[in-house]
């Protein structure tokens, strides 16, 4: 299994920035997808932005060109940088990973962490 752990809660002005981390422990040699979901109040979790250990990225349409995505595989760290904050960003945010043992593939979370845009 592996382990993740996020930082970064926050609570920011509507337009500001914030960035959000997370680090892996546990079982990383098995990490294939990193990446972040989010849950606002009353609503699934979705998607934020996910990053194969080869590049590839994907974003929520309504966070593309706003929030980037980056991860670090020698230090097992994905990062979340958002930009142009709105207050319909507000949410919880969850790190995600995909790990694959045998032919089995894992989903990981993280604890969570709130960030509230808010003026």
């Known amino acids: 299994q592996v382990q993740l752990v996020e930082s970064g809660v926050g609570l920011v002005q509507p337009g500001g920035s914030l960035r959000l981390s997370c680090a892996a422990s546990?079982?990383?040699?098995?990490?294939?997808?990193m990446g972040w979901y989010r849950q606002a109040p009353g609503r699934e979790r979705e998607l934020v932005a996910t990053l194969t250990t080869t590049g590839i990225t994907n974003y929520a349409n309504s966070v593309k060109g706003r929030y980037t995505i980056s991860r670090d595989n020698t230090k097992n760290t994905v990062n979340l940088q958002m930009n142009s904050l709105k207050p319909e960003d507000t949410a919880v945010y969850y790190c995600?990973?995909?790990?694959?043992?045998?032919?089995?593939?894992?989903?990981?979370w993280g604890q969570g962490t709130q960030v509230t845009v808010s003026s």
């Open positions: 546990g079982s990383v040699f098995s990490i294939n997808v």
């Open positions: 995600y990973c995909s790990s694959l043992i045998g032919l089995r593939t894992y989903d990981n």
